[in-house]
């Protein structure tokens, strides 16, 4: 998916109140913007979602210019790596709100950027459910043959609302 806009949210996929897509692998958004949120995905009380294997680069949003996740059952990400996605408000890589419970394997942050202050990889809104997280970077090299270098591994800067920004260690 690759050059998308959306005049309002979801620039490369946006899906709403009860989709199931089960598992995802290999698909990759590239270059996608949407004026409000969500410039690679929006989801929105989806039931669940099992992303996996694939990366989302240079998307651009108000908020989670990579995704964005308002409510759901279940998000799973796995082995996937959000690259150089910008937020002019909040959560250059993910911003998630409403009681959405997420989980993340394996997830690379590389150079993704958010006005808001210590929200360039994360955004939780005080009202989000729970974050799952394993191995994940934050730092590292990712080159054009799509091979992630990870220099900075087991951490990730989680920025939540309630609590303030944290970096997670075991993330």
Same mark, same amino acid.
């Given at each position: $998916?690759? +050059? *998308?806009?959306?005049?309002? =949210?979801?620039?490369?996929m946006?899906?709403? $109140?009860?989709v199931?897509?089960?598992?995802?692998? !290999?698909?990759? $958004?590239? @270059?996608?913007?949407?004026?409000?949120?969500?410039?690679g995905?929006?989801?929105?009380y989806?039931?669940?979602? =099992?992303?996996?294997?694939?990366? $989302?680069?240079? *998307? !651009?949003?108000? &908020?989670? @210019?990579?995704?964005?996740? /308002?409510?759901g059952?279940? #998000?799973?990400?796995?082995?996937?790596?959000i #690259?150089?996605?910008?937020?002019?408000?909040?959560?250059?890589?993910?911003?998630?709100?409403?009681? +959405?419970?997420?989980?993340?394997?394996?997830?690379?942050?590389?150079?993704?950027? +958010?006005?808001? !202050?210590?929200?360039?990889?994360?955004? /939780?809104?005080?009202?989000?459910?729970?974050?799952?997280?394993?191995?994940?970077?934050?730092?590292?090299?990712?080159?054009?043959?799509?091979?992630w !270098?990870?220099? &900075?591994?087991?951490?990730?800067?989680?920025? =939540?609302?309630?609590?303030?920004?944290?970096?997670i =260690?075991?993330?």
């Open positions: $998916i690759s +050059a *998308c806009t959306a005049g309002s =949210d979801g620039g490369g946006s899906a709403r $109140i009860g199931n897509f089960g598992a995802m692998s !290999e698909v990759n $958004i590239h @270059a996608c913007s949407a004026s409000t949120n969500g410039g995905m929006y989801l929105r989806i039931d669940s979602i =099992d992303y996996r294997s694939s990366t $989302i680069t240079s *998307c !651009e949003a108000q &908020n989670g @210019a990579g995704m964005y996740i /308002l409510g059952d279940s #998000v799973t990400v796995t082995d996937v790596h #690259v150089l996605c910008s937020a002019s408000g909040a959560g250059g890589g993910i911003y998630g709100t409403d009681s +959405a419970d997420m989980s993340l394997t394996s997830v690379g942050f590389l150079n993704c950027s +958010a006005e808001e !202050e210590q929200s360039n990889d994360i955004h /939780l809104s005080e009202s989000f459910g729970s974050v799952d997280c394993t191995p994940t970077c934050t730092a590292g090299t990712f080159a054009a043959t799509d091979s !270098e990870c220099s &900075n591994p087991y951490q990730a800067v989680v920025y =939540d609302e309630g609590s303030g920004a944290s970096v =260690d075991d993330c």
